[in-house]
T-cell receptor
Framework: QKEVEQDPGPLSVPEGAIVSLNCTYS??????FMWYRQYSRKGPELLMY????GNKEDGRFTAQVDKSSKYISLFIRDSQPSDSATYLC??????????????FGTGTLLAVQP | SQTIHQWPATLVQPVGSPLSLECTVE??????LYWYRQAAGRGLQLLFY??????ISSEVPQNLSASRPQDRQFILSSKKLLLSDSGFYLC???????????FGSGTRLTVV
């Protein structure tokens, strides 16, 4: 079982739609959760990060973590064609602990149609 | 501000040839450095990480190696490339806790 699981998609939505991207994880030691956006042939860029459970909002993006169900979500409101990219979720354990590295999901390819 | 440089952007190498990919970070001291490989449909696989000069941890046994000769320089090497070494190689750095990793622009390696 992979430590972080993510549906690879592709996911195609019309412009203006609300997008929901999800991941699950298996290691209860994970404490930091991140979402990266990767455009084609580019390196991933950090989009959102959260610590432990809860929500975090930044503009059109909301990251949500539910540690009880080991579920990570990213919501994109009013999606734009420029949001078309691969979205990778990632999780990190306590710094200095046994899971002291960032583990990535396989990424979900999102296409927002104009 | 901090920047990360990775080169070359694209590389085509024959099977059995050596490899050297270089990554440098500017604007920070004593960063944690990472090499990841991204294969199609398989996500990001951590290959090596380093918390200081000369300190290298290997995550995946393979014919690749890494070195950190200077604080902000991280090198990925191979003596003899295999076809299976093809992929998108990404260098990343981090400092502190909970701030995520910052990635370079990547090197697309094709072994032929």
């Amino acid at each position: 079982q992979k430590e972080v699981e993510q549906d690879p998609g592709p996911l195609s939505v019309p412009e203006g739609a609300i997008v929901s991207l999800n991941c699950t994880y298996s290691n209860s030691a994970f404490q930091y959760f991140m979402w990266y956006r990767q455009y084609s042939r580019k390196g991933p860029e950090l989009l959102m990060y959260t610590y432990s459970s809860g929500n975090k909002e930044d503009g059109r993006f909301t990251a949500q973590v539910d540690k009880s169900s080991k579920y990570i979500s990213l919501f994109i409101r009013d999606s734009q064609p420029s949001d078309s990219a691969t979205y990778l979720c990632a999780a990190h354990g306590p710094y200095g602990g046994a899971t002291n590295k960032l583990i990535f999901g396989t990424g979900t390819l999102l296409a927002v149609q104009p | 501000s901090q920047t990360i440089h990775q080169w070359p952007a694209t590389l085509v190498q024959p099977v059995g040839s050596p490899l050297s990919l270089e990554c440098t970070v500017e604007g920070t001291s004593n960063p944690n450095l990472y090499w990841y490989r991204q294969a199609a449909g398989r996500g990001l696989q951590l290959l090596f990480y380093s918390v200081g000069i000369g300190q290298i941890s290997s995550e995946v046994p393979q014919n690749l190696s890494a070195s950190r000769p200077q604080d902000r320089q991280f090198i990925l090497s191979s003596k003899k490339l295999l076809l299976s070494d093809s992929g998108f190689y990404l260098c990343a750095w981090s400092v502190g806790q909970g701030f995520g990793y910052t990635f370079g622009s990547g090197t697309r390696l094709t072994v032929v």
